[in-house]
């Protein structure tokens, strides 16, 4: 059985409707001209006969340039319990009811739901290295006289994002979109994700600490593979690393930090 539950027929329609009920809070992905934005929203009761979601966005002011065009997908992401819950839908159109931006989506085929433990931050287990090579995107040879690959070492990875350690002269963009590549397994094929740039930060040993987050995974059906292989990379290290912890570590370990 999949790490990831598929949601469809009444499963689907049951959640989305007790979303919509609820006014559940959703994060709000779109690929656009200019590079993905993420923005936030809430589900807001659909008074149509038509079966759609309408998502409210009343806490960010888009401007009307920046809005998805028709049958752009966008990808929806909202958590019910210890569950997160995700969807790709075509966007329909937006209006503008009492000063919040109504979304208008199709909807969707299938809902991709995954445990929230998948998204607590997991370090590769002792005496294993891996590799991480990442790239702005669309990058050509000569950036500005920078490297375009730029390299790093894992250090802790979840389904939705991973921190990576790399030398402090390496040149970076906050809030950019990168495109990260390395392989969890030695021998197993490269994970090729799409992320922004969340966090840089200097450690010691003359080293920065970047964190990546992971973005689109929900609006393809390549995504959703994608997903799927994080999920069980997440589960292979948690499973070797409470294999190689004394049972005094295991008393003492605090809880994971759980990825934005």
Request: glycine share 6%; with cysteine.
């Amino acid at each position: 059985m999949g790490r990831i539950q598929q949601l469809v027929g009444q499963q689907r329609d049951q959640l989305l409707r007790d979303a919509e009920r609820r006014k559940l809070h959703v994060t709000i992905t779109h690929r656009g001209d200019a590079g993905w934005s993420i923005f936030k929203g809430c589900f807001k009761s659909d008074s149509s006969t038509a079966q759609s979601p309408t998502l409210c966005i009343c806490d960010i002011q888009k401007k009307p340039e920046e809005w998805p065009t028709e049958n752009d997908v966008v990808g929806i992401a909202f958590r019910v319990g210890h569950k997160k819950c995700m969807f790709g839908a075509q966007f329909r159109r937006v209006e503008s009811v009492s000063g919040n931006h109504l979304l208008s989506l199709s909807w969707p085929e299938t809902i991709q739901q995954l445990q929230r433990r998948a998204y607590e931050r997991v370090s590769p287990p002792p005496g294993v290295v891996v590799s991480v090579r990442f790239r702005p995107e669309n990058s050509s040879k000569e950036d500005s006289g920078r490297p375009v690959m730029r390299h790093g070492q894992l250090e802790n990875l979840s389904a939705g994002g991973v921190q990576v350690s790399v030398s402090n002269r390496t040149e970076v963009d906050h809030d950019s979109t990168y495109q990260v590549v390395f392989a969890p397994k030695s021998g197993s094929p490269s994970l090729v994700l799409e992320t922004i740039l969340k966090h840089c930060e200097e450690v010691e040993n003359d080293r920065l600490l970047l964190g990546f987050q992971f973005i689109g995974l929900e609006t393809t059906p390549n995504g959703h593979d994608l997903l799927e292989r994080l999920a069980h990379a997440v589960a292979s290290f948690k499973r070797m690393n409470q294999r190689d912890e004394s049972p005094a570590q295991s008393k003492s370990r605090k809880s994971p930090i759980r990825s934005a």
